[in-house]
Each structure stands twice: as C-alpha cells, then as structure tokens.
C-alpha cells in the first residue's frame, strides 16, 4: 500500500527552530509538497521537492532524500502565527497526491 | 498566482436538502479538480477527482449518487451533496492544478465549504 508518515503533534518556543519530519512509501515518485493549513481554513502550498537536497524560502526550508523516502520541513525564528497543521503529500506514479495525516504545530511563547 | 473560487464558504440547512458547491479555477485552465472532505482535526480525505467532459472518479467508499460530480468547462467543477443529513455535516475543499504550468505545479484550494445539516 501507499502511506505517509508524519508525527501528530509537535511544540515548539516561538523564536525557536523546529523540523518536521515526513517519511513516505508509495508506487512511484513525482514530487513531494508541504501545505499549511490553520484550523478551519484551506490548505496554503509551502513549498516542493523533486530532487534530492534542500529547497529554501524564506524562514521555511524543506528536504527531500529520495532514496530514503524521506522529507522534513524546517521552520525557523518561529511565531506564534506559524501555529497550525502541516500536510505532507506525495504525488505517486500516477500523479496522486497521497495525503499525509498532518503534523499539529503548537508554538508557546 | 493561481486561484481558485469555492462557494458558498458556509451553508447551513434542514436535513433532506441538496446543496450545490462551486469550485473555479480563475486564472487557468484546470482539466482536473478535486474534492475533499475534512472532519474536525483529521487530515484531507479525497473524495472524488473531477475531470472535465467525462464522469468523474470516485474513491473507495464515497457513494457516486450521493456525491454529485459536474465539471462541465475547463474552469467550473460542482459538487451537490443530495438529500443531506447530520452526517454529511463537513468541511469540503476543492483543488485544481494548473495542467498548462510545469511539473511543479501544486494544487490550489479553494478556500472550503463548511457544511452543517440541522
């Protein structure tokens, strides 16, 4: 089967820097996406991976290693507006985009 | 950048209702949109893909009569969620991707439906 892992939750200090991991198991690969997506709102596209390495913007950065079917999204100089669900997905194979749970991202002062 | 249109954002009727949803793509062309649905602190569930001029496909489980799928135009899908009860109670999202950009493209959603059936 296809999946996506990723924690439930996480908590973190504002100003601080957290990584939230995602790791995934799917037929095939055609890029991987992080979505945020404050409570009652519509996901909002972060960013997108297709090759090996880091992408950076802005506070945000994600990683991808292919081989380890793995991806984090680092988030730095944390606010407290950054509070919200982080959604990884995977577009398999067939163009799909495999969901994952979502991480819940608890920023304290 | 890309968006898309859902409306209505709230809707709020008596069990038995059909309720109609709109999703448009505004600035592209999107042969393709999606339909979720999201409980209260779950993840996106895809419900069906919409693909314009042809039926659409549903997933496992999500009842095709029920959940009415038109994409009638390249920028225009509808959902009607027929005779409605307190269960269909969710919040509903549509996306689209821009199928004229690069691979890179990710899927815009709109900015959901919240459905509550009394």
């Known amino acids: 089967g296809q999946n996506i892992d990723q924690p439930t939750e996480m908590t973190a200090t504002e100003g601080a820097i957290v990584q939230i991991n995602c790791t995934y198991q799917t037929s095939g690969f055609n890029g991987l996406f992080w979505y945020q997506q404050h409570a009652g709102e519509a996901p909002t596209f972060l960013s997108y991976n297709v090759l090996d390495g880091l992408e950076e913007k802005g506070r945000f950065s994600s990683f991808l290693s292919r081989s380890k079917g793995y991806s984090y999204l680092l988030l730095k100089e944390l606010q407290m507006k950054d509070s919200a669900s982080y959604l990884c997905?995977?577009?398999?194979?067939?163009?799909?985009?495999?969901w994952g749970a979502g991480t819940k991202l608890i920023i304290k002062p | 950048g890309a968006v898309v249109s859902q409306h209505p954002s709230r809707v709020i009727c008596k069990s038995g209702t059909s309720v109609k949803i709109e999703c448009r793509s505004l600035?592209?062309?999107?042969?393709?949109m999606f339909w979720y649905r999201q409980f209260p602190k779950k993840s996106l569930m895809l419900m069906a893909t919409s693909n314009e001029g042809s039926k659409a496909t549903y997933e496992q489980g999500v009842e095709k009569d029920k959940f009415l799928i038109n994409h009638a135009s390249l920028t225009l899908s509808t959902l009607t969620v027929t005779s409605a009860h307190p269960e269909d109670s969710s919040f509903y999202i549509c996306?689209?991707?821009?199928?004229?950009?690069?691979?890179?493209?990710?899927?815009?959603f709109g900015d959901g439906t919240r459905l509550s059936i009394l």
């Open positions: 600035d592209f062309q999107a042969t393709t």
């Open positions: 996306s689209a991707r821009d199928v004229g950009g690069r691979g890179n493209q990710p899927q815009h």
């Open positions: 997905a995977v577009r398999n194979g067939n163009y799909q985009l495999i």
